[in-house]
């Protein structure tokens, strides 16, 4: 699950804010291969992109977060050079996501062979 929130009261939103929200939602929709949705409510703008993962009775979930805050300044949106930066970060941030979420276990006897046959 990748979650990226705008924090922005509805009042002061503008259409910068949008395009930055429409761009990472585009982003995960289409590079990641995630079905996105969008919340917009009166404090903020929010993109989730889930698999899906019912809990059923039978099995117990372990959800693991990772939060990241980035601040940004109202000069910063007038700024391209600012707003590609975070926009770049912002794209790595879910990139490193699905690379951890796509994590695969290797038993242990494996990785003892992987390790004395680089010796």
Do not use: G, W
């Not at 982003?27 to 059923?56: G, P, Q, R, W, Y």
Request: glycine share 0%.
């Amino acid at each position: 699950m990748i979650t990226v929130k705008l924090f922005q009261p509805k009042k002061n939103r503008t259409k910068i804010i949008y395009d930055m929200n429409d761009s990472i939602a585009n982003f995960i929709n289409n590079k990641i291969d995630k079905k996105v949705s969008m919340i917009d409510d009166s404090s903020s703008l929010e993109v989730v992109a889930s698999d899906d993962t019912k809990n059923s009775n039978s099995s117990t979930k372990i959800e693991l977060m990772f939060k990241k805050t980035i601040s940004l300044k109202d000069e910063d949106f007038s700024d391209k050079l600012s707003l590609d930066m975070i926009m770049t970060e912002v794209k790595n941030f879910c990139e490193q996501s699905l690379m951890i979420e796509k994590f695969s276990y290797k038993p242990i006897h494996l990785r003892e062979r992987e390790k004395n046959a680089n010796k």
